[in-house]
């Protein structure tokens, strides 16, 4: 079975949980905190996906991380995943939780990388015209690319919308070149 069906089946188990112990904003939130610990501290995760630690060491080294930093639903269901041999699977479980948090609770990522910052003005236009479309509560993530020279790209989950003048160019480019031939 491939990492990430394991880490969706574990993710929903944990959600059902979560749920049922009416603690899923609170888990939400653990799981952010250990995703975002993961990212800031690669070696925290070489340990958990090293076959070759102990589950005692790795559940020891979780506790004093994380115990009083989260729900008691959330260290269960590490030191769980840990005794199951599955402590690789930890950090895309966390990710998979929160994927379908955001399922559950109608929240659409999406992300807009323009030539220059944009204005207030124009990234609530964006989140108004992203909601519009979705039915969803937007959280609007900005990057500034220069390279675009102008315009910008949307990326709302698998769906992209492109008005960078670079990408115009390289598309006009591409026409000229087939024209020519």
Known sequence: MSEITVAIRYAKSIIDLAIEQKALEQVNNDMEFFIRTIKANSELNAVLVNPIIYHDKKINILEAIFNGKVSPVTMAFFKLMVN?????????????????????????????????????????????????????????????????????????????????????????KKEFSQAAI
């Not at 690789?88 to 990388?113: G, R």
């Not at 937007?138 to 992209?160: E, H, N, R, S, Y």
């Open 84 to 172: 199951k041999n599955r402590a690789e699977v930890l950090y895309p479980a966390a990710l998979e939780f929160v994927n379908q948090y955001d399922v559950i609770n109608n929240i659409v990522k999406a992300t807009v990388v323009s030539a220059t910052e944009l204005s207030e003005a124009n990234k609530k236009t964006i989140i108004a015209d992203v909601q519009a479309s979705t039915k969803g509560t937007v959280i609007l993530t900005t990057k500034v690319d220069p390279a675009l020279i102008g315009g910008f790209i949307l990326t709302v989950g698998d769906m992209q919308v492109d008005t960078s003048i670079s990408s115009s160019l390289t598309k006009l």
